[in-house]
């Protein structure tokens, strides 16, 4: 199969993605990036890279590097439209600090936060 129809046909650039369809989703490019790149991370969207004609599929836990290079990278169209209609379907997150505290704390405390007068000091 020739590397170029696969990529026209089933992939698209992760760059391409952020102009075209991130800025509808979100309040700014970098997070729709984030929320793209953490969506690659989780294993949800297939991702490959071409060096020299050859594609190589990149396992989830390259994307959670902060370093990680997204140029030549391509995602696949099927896994991309599938979780973006998901977002859209889905209500927009809360902005602050507030969120990330009580989704911090849910994960600490599964089962509800202890009573403060049980808590030793």
């Known amino acids: 199969?020739?590397?170029t129809y696969w990529i026209a046909e089933d992939w698209?650039?992760?760059?391409?993605v952020l102009h075209e369809e991130g800025q509808g989703l979100f309040t700014s490019?970098?997070?729709a990036e984030r929320m793209l790149r953490?969506?690659?991370a989780s294993g949800v969207i297939q991702t490959v890279c071409f060096h020299d004609g050859v594609a190589e599929f990149i396992p989830s836990k390259e994307w959670k590097r902060a370093d990680f290079d997204t140029t030549l990278v391509y995602l696949n169209t099927k896994d991309?439209?599938?979780q973006w209609?998901?977002?859209q379907n889905k209500p927009l997150p809360e902005a602050g600090k507030q969120p990330r505290i009580r989704a911090h704390l849910?994960?600490?405390?599964?089962n509800g936060v202890?009573?403060?007068?049980?808590?030793?000091?």
């Not at 698209?12 to 391409?16: D, G, K, L, P, R």
């Not at 849910?106 to 599964?110: S, V």
């Open 114 to 121: 202890p009573d403060p007068a049980h808590c030793r000091l």
């Open 106 to 110: 849910a994960e600490m405390f599964p």
């Open 1 to 3: 199969m020739n590397s």
């Open 29 to 31: 490019k970098r997070e």
């Open 12 to 16: 698209i650039e992760f760059n391409e």
């Open 38 to 40: 953490k969506l690659c």
């Open 85 to 87: 209609l998901e977002l």
């Open 80 to 82: 991309l439209s599938r």
